[in-house]
């Protein structure tokens, strides 16, 4: 029953209809009209941190008509957890260990990997883009695909390979559909990256993408306004604030050609600020 409630969650269920199907095409309206529906709204939560299908099954029990086994943890309670288990790793291995048995985050359920990291883990480069999309969630590789290729030619036109970087993501599942990753999904995995941002301690975070960005540094302002600016990243794990820079995904930069002219600018100041 949970994983069944589970799944519901992360299609946005909001509504409890009926425990059995019911072939509509054989019912009268006498039947129809008996039929029991009881709709979730924001003034029958009894408190406010717990996901939509949460609320359902609190409500079904309250109304006795579906038996629910136990209430959904609440999403606070997931990201103290996710927390708790980045505070315990001890080096990079150890963090990869916990993050595959991690199970808090919905998205793990449907995705095909997990996706952790690819490259070099003594690279003064890391790179983390957004959540993986199709092609890595089937390697198991961030930036791969077409993407990686762009991304690979774009180092490589300043004498830096593929192998060289190192490169992760804000997310390690892919959200269905490609879809732009929630805040929750986002909050549960923060203690993770910045864990591992601790076990790398790179000379240079390099963000790919707008919503890197704004999960990273919290910035309001657009990639167009922030990319190429060298800023200050700093989270409770360092002893020492880290150089951040953030250029456009190679994505958007295959859909938007013209952008390539300032992501070579980018690259060029990155190629500098390495070679310091």
């Keep these: 029953m949970d994983n069944i409630i589970k799944l519901y969650q992360d299609f946005g269920v909001d509504e409890i209809i009926s425990d059995k199907p019911i072939n509509r095409f054989n019912v009268d309206n006498n039947q129809k009209n008996k039929e029991l529906r009881y709709k979730v709204k924001e003034r029958d939560l009894e408190y406010?941190?717990?996901?939509?299908?949460?609320?359902?099954?609190?409500?079904?029990?309250?109304?006795?008509?579906?038996?629910v086994s136990n209430i959904l943890t609440p999403i606070n309670n997931i990201i103290s957890e996710s927390r708790?288990?980045?505070d315990q790793a001890n080096d990079l291995e150890e963090l990869k260990k916990i993050i595959l048995k991690f199970n808090g985050c919905s998205l793990k359920k449907m995705a095909t990997n997990t996706v952790f990291s690819d490259g070099n883990p003594n690279s003064d480069l890391m790179i983390i883009e957004e959540a993986p999309g199709n092609n890595e969630d089937l390697q198991g590789i961030p930036l791969c695909g077409d993407n990686g290729k762009l991304?690979?030619?774009?180092?490589?036109?300043i004498n830096i390979k593929?192998?060289?970087l190192y490169?992760?993501?804000?997310?390690?599942?892919?959200?269905?559909g490609n879809r732009r990753p929630t805040s929750d999904e986002?909050?549960?995995?923060?203690?993770f990256v910045e864990k591992h941002i601790y076990f790398i301690k790179p000379k240079l975070i390099v963000l790919m993408g707008a919503s890197a960005m704004?999960?990273?540094i919290g910035a309001k302002k657009t990639i167009t306004q922030l990319r190429g600016r060298f800023l200050e990243y700093d989270n409770c794990y360092?002893?020492?604030?880290?150089?951040?820079?953030?250029?456009?995904?190679?994505?958007?930069?295959?859909?938007?050609?013209?952008k390539k002219k300032l992501a070579w600018k980018d690259l060029l100041n990155i190629k500098e600020f390495i070679h310091k």
């Design 214 to 216: 704004t999960q990273m």
């Design 151 to 157: 991304l690979n030619s774009m180092f490589e036109a």
């Design 84 to 86: 708790n288990l980045a």
């Design 167 to 176: 490169i992760s993501n804000i997310l390690f599942w892919r959200p269905p």
């Design 238 to 258: 360092l002893d020492q604030k880290i150089p951040i820079i953030t250029m456009f995904h190679p994505s958007y930069l295959m859909k938007q050609t013209v």
């Design 48 to 67: 406010k941190n717990i996901t939509s299908f949460d609320a359902i099954s609190k409500l079904a029990n309250k109304n006795k008509k579906i038996a």
């Design 186 to 191: 986002l909050e549960i995995c923060r203690a």
């Design 162 to 164: 593929r192998e060289d």
